[in-house]
């Protein structure tokens, strides 16, 4: 089991330190502007020097996209469900989706900030439940539809509901589906919440403290607080790999 994480772990480690060490040296040899790209040693210490307020700011922005990714997951499930059940519903929501998937988010947040105010949330969390819909939506349908017709004809033959179809063959059967869509969503999730703080609304997230940071010439400031957000996405992104795995123990 050890050897096994070793090489798991290791090799990622080592390229990552491997990379920091080369950006120092090509920053420093090449003599890089900060405004160019900053040295990591350079980041390194104002990431420590703006730690509590970073902290804060990665709060919020996770709490958003948190809030935006269960709710968004959800609504994309229980849709997914009714349209593989309905196929009237299936060909009125195939429209609406390819739409919704084309949206830009830079087009977007303004007009939802306007909506609810500049002192919500709403739109941030808004606009991560529409960027997640899309991929939970797609693979959750696409699972659905792999539940083989004999296992079907089976249950009914033993005079299963649609609704005991539902729980023990077809979702189930889905789950690997569900959690691909999930997988895909956590990350788009964070992303979708720090690129909405760009543009207006309440200056506590991530997106707002690199924007402010850069605008007044801070560039380590503001590659700690992208650094900040990249931790936040490998996060969201292990927890929906832990709860894959503890699905797949369970089934």
């Known amino acids: 089991m050890?050897?096994?994480?070793?090489r798991r772990v290791l090799p990622p480690v080592l390229l990552g330190v491997l990379a920091l060490i080369a950006w120092e040296l090509l920053v420093q040899l090449a003599k890089?502007?900060?405004y160019l790209l900053p040295a990591p040693t350079a980041i390194a210490k104002q990431f420590s020097a703006v730690l509590p307020?970073?902290?804060?700011?990665?709060l919020a922005t996770g709490t958003n996209a948190f809030i935006g990714l269960v709710a968004g997951s959800i609504l994309a499930?229980?849709?997914a469900l009714v349209a593989s059940r309905l196929r009237f519903i299936d060909e009125l929501i195939a429209p609406v989706v390819a739409a919704i998937a084309v949206v830009p988010i830079v087009a977007l947040a303004p007009v939802l900030t306007t909506m609810f105010g500049?002192?919500?949330?709403?739109p941030?969390?808004?606009?991560v439940m529409i960027?997640?819909?899309v991929p939970v939506f797609v693979n959750t349908l696409r699972g659905l539809r792999q539940a083989l017709p004999v296992h079907r004809d089976l249950m009914r033959a033993y005079a299963a509901s649609n609704w005991q179809l539902t729980r023990t063959v077809t979702v189930p059967g889905a789950l690997p589906y569900i959690f691909t869509g999930l997988n895909i969503a956590s990350s788009l999730a964070?992303?979708?919440?720090?690129?909405?703080?760009y543009f207006g609304g309440l200056q506590n997230g991530l997106g707002s403290r690199i924007t402010s940071a850069a605008a007044n010439s801070a560039y380590p400031r503001a590659w700690a607080y992208v650094f900040g957000a990249i931790v936040l996405g490998l996060v969201f992104y292990a927890a929906t790999l832990v709860l894959e795995r503890l699905a797949s123990r369970r089934r």
């Open 124 to 127: 941030r969390r808004v606009i």
């Open 131 to 133: 960027v997640v819909f």
């Open 118 to 122: 500049a002192t919500s949330e709403t």
């Open 2 to 6: 050890n050897t096994v994480l070793v």
């Open 32 to 34: 890089i502007q900060p």
């Open 190 to 197: 964070v992303i979708s919440a720090v690129v909405a703080e």
């Open 77 to 79: 499930i229980i849709v």
């Open 53 to 58: 307020a970073l902290w804060s700011a990665t």
